[in-house]
């Protein structure tokens, strides 16, 4: 990562650019680890049984956090990480860069990325193969947990372009969750084999209103409002009428799982359709300039008596909430995950410049007001992962606790990247740093797949028997 040329620091104080990894073997304030009173030497005179039990031997904690995974879920980290490092990473600037590009003008290279991620399978692992690309063994282990870890490493190399490659599973949910093995036969498995080409078949998920944001995620809310697409029954099928906004991936997507209410009915009816984008009276009509995550679109969709045949009605008619909550309870795991990206990717970039960067005669590294700020960073990212890897073994995750992974570790990437920012001084606003990107995209996070404030009432909600047992 380059670095800009002498600058002056937020305190007045001049800071020196350049590396700096050879002038110690320590940290200045602690003891290097070939001194008699450092754990590692001192470990490695004890008594061998005892050995067995400390271990001070020096490792990547990325690493450390993989070994402790099962077989299959470690070589799921350790390939996601590999793609990213070789197709998100060099990317991630240069598309967040770019001016907005109108919806249905995606740039070639995002083509490009979607297509190779299709053919190294990571657009079909939400199935086993044969029917998808995820080696059986990995099944053993919940698809939350699966996506929590995949999501995480993408988001690490670039919100933008995890969420252009991610908002597909949350469309693919419902039409999974159905449990009806027509519409995998008929819709999923043609998708995944045109994805397996290289001929990326997207989904999407739309439930979002332009009067409804959080309201259609929260059950008070919705039972208030009045719903804004309807669909009404004709001969064959059903014609939608009506708006969604801030769909990701509705731009790209060429399936999109739209969530409406039966026409003169309330949210009670919503019901989930299969609308193709090429359907007559469908229409992307913009995409949102964003504040972050800008490599993957935020679109408003327009249904003018968009025609869904009936054998396209997923999981029966009325039974959209249920489908909807059902997803949003596995999903905001996932979301969890990618503030754990983000947050590691905050700290990672802290720690890069306070190893190369000097205030005065010392590296920053060599500060301890900055050591302790960069080991709060550290360890605020183990202990949102550690929340995540927990909540996700469940195969069937309860409301309360998607939504507390979902608010408590996107706040806390939020505090990270400020941290980070903190850390770096006027070096963070400059884009080739990474950090004000990754602030950005984390503040999204706040925000999508619910409010933290929905989600907040969302753990009340699903908690209120036992409030009320008193």
């Known amino acids: ?17 350049g590396a700096a990894s050879g002038d110690a073997e320590h940290l200045l304030g602690h003891l290097p680890p070939t001194h008699a009173l450092s754990p590692r030497r001192a ?49 991630a600037l240069q598309i967040d860069a770019m001016p907005h590009w109108p919806a249905g003008q995606q740039p070639e290279e995002l083509n490009e990325l979607l297509r190779r991620a299709g053919r190294a399978g990571l657009l079909t ?7 998808g690309s995820g080696p059986p063994m990995r099944y053993r282990h919940s698809l939350a947990m699966q996506q929590s870890i995949k999501v995480e490493e993408l988001a690490r190399g670039c919100g933008g372009l995890m969420l252009l490659l991610s908002a597909h599973v949350l469309g693919l949910a419902p039409l999974l969750q159905s449990g ?17 080409r290289g001929d990326p078949h997207l989904f999407a998920y739309a439930i979002t209103e332009p009067a409804a944001g959080s309201d259609v995620e929260d059950g008070h809310g919705a039972a208030c409002y009045r719903p804004g697409v309807v669909a009404r029954r004709t001969e064959g099928g059903w014609l939608l009428r009506g708006r969604k906004c801030f769909i990701s991936g ?32 469908f229409r992307v009509a913009r995409t949102e300039l964003k504040m972050g995550m800008r490599a993957s679109g935020a679109a408003e969709l327009e249904l003018e008596d968009v025609f869904v045949p009936s054998d396209r009605v997923v999981g029966g008619l009325r039974q959209g909430w249920a489908l909807n909550r059902a997803t949003l309870n596995m999903s905001r795991l996932p979301v969890g995950a990618m503030a754990v990206g983000f947050a590691q990717a ?31 960073m550290l ?16 195969w069937a995750p ?7 992974c979902k608010f408590h570790c996107t706040d806390a990437a939020v505090r990270v990247a400020y941290q980070a920012m903190d850390l770096l001084g006027n070096h963070a606003v400059l884009p080739g740093m990474r950090a004000e990107k990754v602030f950005r995209d984390a503040r999204l996070t706040q925000i999508f797949e619910g409010t933290n404030q929905i989600n907040r009432l969302a753990l009340i909600e699903d908690m209120q028997d036992l409030f009320l047992n008193v």
């Open 1 to 17: 990562m380059g670095h800009p040329q002498p600058i002056v620091s937020s305190s007045g104080k001049p800071v020196i650019a």
């Open 43 to 91: 470990f490695a005179a004890l008594r061998f049984p005892t050995r067995l039990l400390v271990d001070a031997s020096p490792v990547d904690p990325w690493e450390l956090d993989t070994r402790r995974l099962p077989a299959t879920l470690q070589r799921l980290r350790r390939r996601t990480r590999a793609f990213v490092q070789r197709e998100l990473e060099p990317l």
């Open 125 to 131: 692992d939400t199935l086993p193969w044969p029917l």
């Open 180 to 196: 009806d093995p027509r519409l995998l036969r008929r819709f999923v498995l043609p998708a995944f084999r045109a994805c397996r």
């Open 250 to 281: 509705g731009d790209v997507a060429k399936s999109i799982a739209v969530f409406a209410a039966l026409d003169g009915e309330d949210m009670a009816s919503w019901t989930c359709f299969l609308v193709h984008n090429d359907s007559p009276g």
């Open 346 to 376: 905050a700290a990672d970039i802290a720690v890069d410049f306070a190893r190369s960067q000097r205030l005065g005669d010392r590296r920053l590294i060599d500060y301890q007001e900055v050591q302790t700020a960069i080991a709060d």
């Open 379 to 394: 360890a605020e990212c183990a202990a949102i992962r550690a929340f995540i890897w927990q909540s996700a073994r469940s």
């Open 398 to 404: 309860r409301q309360m606790t998607g939504a507390a």
